[in-house]
């Protein structure tokens, strides 16, 4: 297949097939596996997961057994492992992704095969905007999005959640479900990624966008719930207006992500047919969701007494940083989170004489770098390397001399100051260790030190008891109590007691464990706080409209998360969205009308991907210029008729072809092509039989198009600008009538898109990279 047909064919598609066959058309994993993913055997052969589409799914004892073992919730990631085909009846035999052992079978309807949208008869992914009814501002609407495509319930107690989608937000369509009449949708391009999936919406909440064109007003516009008539009518019978903007901020893209959407031109009213936000401007807005982002980033710090019989705490705290490491970075649900590690050993002052790295009973450690805020992988990776290595060397100290009481304070004052860096990531920090500090009082620097944290939870963990006998038994009682009051004292600064209503148990935060026990909880007590998943589907939820309260107040009553993390995401993230931290946002999205006269440029969507097909086609065009004269135009030739045959299939298309290039794209429909294209008015006959130098005019026009093309791709923030000029009618006097009507095209001298770097062409939107061009772009 030619790179014109991948190229149109992928318009809207992700260029990169994830998969070497086609998707279903309904999304499900119904017939979707063949070879060579499908091996005889019928073993599947595939590193991509599916994903559970309904809530409360079955999972079977066997492929021919319908004995439940287990129900999973909707957007579940599993491993498909095996098909087995009963009939009709499709079983496919899955796994978790952290799971060793197979968990049973499910029914193929059930699951999701699709990793990108699915696409329409136009071959251009289906995508849709939610269609809100009419609201107040005592009595806002929305959409709802089950987790079912068959039943309504929605119980967050029952861990069955729905989402309410308000605001004007582009969802694509992942699997279509005609008998309940709903769509599933995703707000990703590409959900291999384990992205959270929306749910499913019915068929008549939503307004179709079938085309990949889009409207950028020059300046500012009006647009109209319905085409006016043009008849007199009274103030009463006046419909509303919706202004809209204009001007270079549609460049801008820390403040728009989108053009707007063009449905359809109407020609008998001379209306373009658009989706847009029914308030205005404010729909096609950007939502910065990015100060969520720092609920991925986590620190995990130990604080640990070295003193006598801590040794093995000190490796138990080891094994647990690994078990973190080893154990998260294989689940699905924690593949963006960003861990780093650090430690400091605390003693008594007595260890000043025992070793050099000690000062007033504070010794080894490794504090987190202010230069690693934003962990990779591999960075993440090297972190725990070195900490494993520095951790190893620790050792615990033993003295006649040790009174029991310990520096504390002081170590926490110097852990803290290790974790200070990067105050935006979510900061856990254990305490491990059995006595308290001599003095009682918390000192003002540690005090004036935890105010100073954002997002930061002590988790307390003192030792057993010593049951050996002791020197002064009444003197380690009370350090060891002191332990306890101080630890205590400390948690009840930094977490409040209740939240929305739901007491948090301070006392969750100061636990006694041994070091069998140990490992396990620090596990368990991060997943709690560090689960990326979470983080996405409330982002989501917020992108979709909702409010963050309402969010918070539907995951409170599902139970399944601490109350403290819910705290610390509202204390975080509320006041940097604004009206949207307790108020739904109802944009009233709705399909409006904007006159054809209006002054507006219309646009195409393209993936960085596709934008480098067009100009590797249109550079193959333009190269047949340094071939030798006589080559030329049968090169050229030859080159279009391979492009667009791919692009059409059957019949073939031949060099005497008498329709015109832009006849026989139309056969194609949906595919986006310049108005009075140069290049597309000709014929394959006609470009046979122009004369020699018309064919030149023409591979010139197709030479400047890729130069536009390549500025754009090489300064993004450079507006690309050309005067058309008419070439003179001597140059190529036997020019036909359509080679007089090519222009030749005169770069002006670039100039800045706006103030700032945010001005561009391109923009990152769902995991893609997007260049919104002027249709004139195209050749």
């Known amino acids: 297949m030619s790179n014109l047909a991948r190229m149109i064919i992928g318009l809207g598609l992700c260029a990169i097939s994830l998969l070497i066959h086609a998707k279903p058309t309904s999304g499900t994993c119904t017939d979707y596996f063949k070879p060579p993913l499908l091996q005889e055997d019928g073993q599947i052969s595939t590193t991509l997961a599916v994903r559970v589409l309904r809530h409360d799914a079955p999972v079977y004892s066997g492929e021919n057994d319908d004995t439940v073992k287990e129900n999973l919730a909707f957007g579940d990631s599993l491993e ?71 039943d309504s319930l929605c119980n967050p107690k029952q861990g069955i959640i729905c989402k309410q989608l308000s ?46 064109l889009g409207l950028r007003p020059q300046e500012n516009i009006t647009a109209y719930p319905t085409p006016p008539t043009g008849q007199v009518v009274t103030a009463d019978e006046e419909q509303p207006q919706i202004e809209i903007q204009g001007g270079k901020i549609w460049y801008d893209r820390s403040r728009i992500a989108e053009r707007i959407p ?47 019989s801590m040794g093995p705490y000190i490796q138990s705290a080891t094994n647990a940083a690994k078990k973190i490491v080893n154990t998260l970075r294989n689940n699905t649900n924690f593949t963006e989170t960003s861990f780093r590690f650090g430690f400091r050993i605390y003693r008594d002052v007595f260890a000043d004489a025992l070793r050099t790295d000690c000062h007033g009973g504070i010794c080894e450690g490794m504090p987190l770098a202010a230069t690693t805020c934003h962990l990779d992988t591999t960075a993440t990776y090297d972190n725990w390397v070195k900490f494993d290595d520095q951790m190893s060397q620790v050792t615990e100290t033993t003295a006649d001399q040790d009174d029991y009481p310990e520096q504390l304070f002081a170590g926490l004052e110097r852990a803290l100051q290790d974790m200070a860096s990067c105050k935006d990531r979510t900061k856990l920090l254990f305490v491990i260790g059995d006595h308290g500090n001599a003095q009682l009082q918390l000192p003002p620097k540690l005090l004036q030190q935890l105010q100073q944290f954002r997002k930061l939870i002590i988790f307390f963990i003192q030792t057993p008891a010593n049951t050996n006998p002791v020197k002064n038994p009444q003197q380690y009682q009370q350090a060891y109590h002191d332990f306890q009051n101080q630890a205590l004292t400390i948690i009840k600064l930094l977490i409040p007691a209740k939240f929305k209503g739901q007491k948090i148990n301070r006392r969750d935060y100061l636990l006694s464990l041994d070091q069998t026990q140990l490992v396990d909880k620090v596990l368990d007590l991060v997943k709690f706080y560090s689960e990326s998943a979470i983080v996405n589907e409330v982002a989501q939820q917020i992108r979709g409209g909702d409010s963050l309260e309402n969010i918070i107040n539907k995951w409170l009553a599902k139970g399944d998360m601490p109350v403290l993390y819910w705290q610390l995401l509202d204390k975080s ?207």
Not at 104 to 127: H, Q, T, Y
Not at 183 to 211: A, Q, R, S
């Open 80 to 150: 498909p492992l095996k098909l087995s085909q009963q009939g009709a009846q499709q079983r496919i035999q899955v796994m978790k992704p952290d799971a060793t052992q197979p968990s049973g079978w499910m029914d193929s309807r059930d699951l999701l095969c699709a990793f990108s949208p699915l696409v329409n008869d136009k071959g251009i992914e289906r995508k849709l905007f939610i269609k809100t009814p009419p609201s107040t501002e005592t009595n806002p609407q929305s959409v709802t999005a089950y987790p079912s495509p068959s």
């Open 167 to 212: 605001r004007f937000e582009l969802f694509f369509i992942f699997a279509d479900d005609p008998e309940a009449k709903r769509y599933l949708l995703v707000d990703e391009f590409d959900i291999t990624g384990y992205k959270p999936l929306i749910g499913w919406v019915d068929y008549d909440k939503g307004i179709h966008w079938n085309t990949v």
């Open 262 to 308: 063009l449905l359809d031109i109407d020609p008998t009213t001379g209306y373009y047919h658009v989706a847009a936000a029914g308030i205005g401007m404010p729909g096609f807005e950007t939502l910065d969701t990015q100060v969520l982002e720092t609920m991925k980033q986590v620190d995990v710090f130990f604080l640990l007494d070295g003193t006598t």
């Open 573 to 779: 993230a509320c006041q940097q969205l604004g009206k949207q931290c307790q108020n739904t946002v109802d944009h009233r999205v709705i399909d409006a009308y904007i006159p054809t006269n209006a002054k507006v440029a219309e646009e195409v969507r393209l993936t960085a991907i596709q934008l480098d097909e067009w100009r590797a086609i249109l550079r193959r065009l333009s190269d047949v210029k340094i071939r030798p004269v006589e080559d030329q135009r049968l090169e050229f030739i030859r080159i279009l008729r391979q492009e667009i045959q791919d692009i059409l299939g059957k019949p073939p298309v031949y060099t005497d072809e008498e329709q015109t290039l832009m006849e026989l794209m139309k056969r194609k429909m949906g595919l986006p092509m310049r108005n009075q294209s140069p290049l597309l008015q000709y014929s394959l006959k006609e470009i046979e039989e122009i004369p020699r130098c018309e064919l030149r005019r023409l591979i010139t026009w197709v030479s400047s198009m890729h130069q536009v093309l390549n500025n754009i791709r090489s300064a993004p923030t450079l507006k690309v600008s050309f005067t058309l000029k008419p070439y003179p009618p001597e140059q190529c006097p036997l020019a036909t009538t359509k080679g007089k009507a090519i222009p030749e095209l005169v770069f002006d001298p670039p100039q800045k898109l706006g103030e700032t770097e945010e001005y561009r062409y391109d923009r990152s939107f769902r995991g893609q990279v997007i260049y919104w061009l002027p249709t004139e772009f195209l050749p």
